[in-house]
């Protein structure tokens, strides 16, 4: 039997609020252990919830750019449950009616189409805290709160994803749109952007969905695609063995590959949902709409778009550089400088994020400013050095911090673009291989590529490559092949 693998997502967004949800504490993360707290966020007897208005805006503007509905009104809940972590035993979180529903995030797919997965809701929420279990002997547990009381939103998609890549590719655009809009970091290891997966099969064809898990411990996009696939297999191997697929919640093991068991689902029902006597329903006015609707930047996909139809890069190039907002402003300077918008694309993404990676920076460190790279480029442009020239020049403005000009007046780099000055360098390297030169003449055409490697390395790469290849035309005898 074949089967379909159907997915919906849970992501928890940290907002980037200096204060938390309801409080005055800051959200400053690394700060040490149980240092940004008060009476709020430990939920003492007696204290009372404040909303954060910042919040409030930033989850209007991420309903508004993913095409959801902001209501009007929308109330707060209390998630009861008994953890450590959790000082209130319930979470201020909204349930019946959330600030954002019925939205859409568009992804491409693996065939270069483009396919809408919808968001059953967006609603704001508070953080827990964090445990942290003892390593290395210790037996101990300890309790972090600082994360108490910061501010969440959590998207829920519809589960229209078909598998983990699919899954990754949507989490990469909806961090995306977090990060253009500057409401979040989406950073995964900092747990700023988390994810649950809630995974079935169906057999193919069918529309009855299958017993769900939910499968937690997903902290990088290799992650989601790898434990998605492993979860689909191991639920299919169930139902093809005429076993059921238990509804409850796994944990993803990198290291070994698999998910495990980690306790029964919880249903709506085991939290005890009420409404939240400490705050009224939020009333979002279509001013407050309408004026957060007027601070949305341009898009990702509006962005991928216009990269395409602008600069004439591919959807494949256009995604890259789109990704990261920092890395298309650096591209968008780079491009208005010099004439060709594919050379410049072509060496951000080969030569500058080679140098990213290798440096582990990111694009707002990167040692090459925007300017200076597309005057390194107008010079190849000009052939007044030649490309392979220009990846030396590059390297070393990177090593040194010098502009390219004065790299490549300090190093003599400057293109031989003179044909008078070529041509008795060729004639001499021609003379100087008489055996390869009868070979050519006799129909080894392929020789032809000896004496142009021979007339680069004699000129130190400075030999225009077009140039060298006329003259040779014009040198070497006409040859039999």
């Known amino acids: 039997m074949e089967f379909e693998t159907v997915i919906g997502l849970e992501v928890h967004a940290q907002l980037k609020t200096r204060t938390k949800i309801f409080c005055g504490c800051s959200t400053t993360f690394g700060a040490p252990p149980n240092t940004q707290t008060c009476p709020v966020c430990l939920g003492m007897p007696g204290s009372l919830p404040v909303l954060n208005r910042q919040v409030v805006d930033f989850a ?9 509905t902001v209501n009007p009104e929308s109330r707060w809940a209390r998630k009861n449950y008994f953890y450590p972590d959790l000082p209130k035993a319930y979470q ?13 995030v568009e992804i491409e797919t693996a065939d270069g189409g483009s396919r809408q997965i919808g968001l ?42 078909r598998s983990g890549n699919e899954a990754a590719t949507y989490l990469k655009q909806l961090r995306a749109i977090l990060r253009y809009l500057d409401i979040s970091d989406g950073n995964m290891e900092e747990g700023s952007f988390r994810c649950d997966a809630n995974v079935s099969i169906r057999p193919t064809g069918s529309r009855e969905l299958g017993t769900r898990t939910e499968v937690k411990n997903l902290n990088s996009f290799r992650h989601v695609a790898r434990a998605i696939a492993h979860e689909a297999q191991r639920q299919a191997r169930l139902v093809s063995r005429g076993e059921a697929v238990v509804q409850e919640t796994r944990l993803w093991n990198d290291a070994e590959g698999k998910t495990v068991s980690m306790r029964s689902k919880e249903e709506a029902h085991d939290y005890r949902y009420f409404p939240d006597p400490d705050l009224v329903p939020l009333h979002v006015t279509s001013e407050w709409i309408a004026a957060a609707r007027r601070t949305l930047p341009e898009l990702p996909a509006d962005r991928t778009a216009r990269f395409q139809t602008e600069y004439g890069v591919t959807v494949a190039d256009a995604e890259i550089l789109v990704a990261n907002q ?9 491009a208005a400088g010099v004439t060709s918008a594919k050379l410049a694309a072509n060496w951000v993404m080969a030569e500058l994020l080679a140098v990213l990676n290798k440096l582990a920076v990111g694009v707002e460190e ?16 000009k052939e007044t050095i030649s490309g392979k020239i220009g990846k030396a020049v590059f390297e070393k403005m990177v090593a040194t911090g010098k ?25 001499e390297i021609i003379d100087a ?23 680069m390395q004699a000129t130190r790469g400075k030999a225009n490559p077009a140039l060298v290849n006329q003259l040779l035309q014009e040198l070497l005898p006409p040859t039999d092949g």
């Open 60 to 68: 209007i503007r991420m309903g508004l750019a993913t095409h959801c």
């Open 92 to 104: 201020i979180s909204q349930y019946e009616a959330p600030i954002c529903e019925h939205g859409y």
């Open 120 to 161: 059953t809701r967006i609603h704001m929420e508070e953080d827990a805290g964090k445990n942290i279990h003892g390593e290395g002997g210790d037996p101990h547990s300890y309790i972090d709160l600082n994360r108490t009381g910061v501010p969440l939103l959590e998207i829920v998609s519809d589960p229209d994803l």
């Open 326 to 334: 920092a890395l298309a402003d650096y591209f968008e300077t780079v």
């Open 366 to 381: 990167s040692p090459v400013s925007a300017e200076r790279l597309a005057a390194l480029l107008r010079l190849i442009e």
């Open 403 to 427: 502009a390219a000009d004065a790299i490549i007046a300090e190093e003599g780099w400057v293109q031989v673009t003179d044909p008078a000055a070529l041509r008795p360098v060729l004639q």
């Open 433 to 455: 291989h008489p055996e390869q030169l009868a070979q050519y003449a006799a129909g080894k055409s392929k020789l032809f590529g000896f004496f142009v490697g021979r007339a």
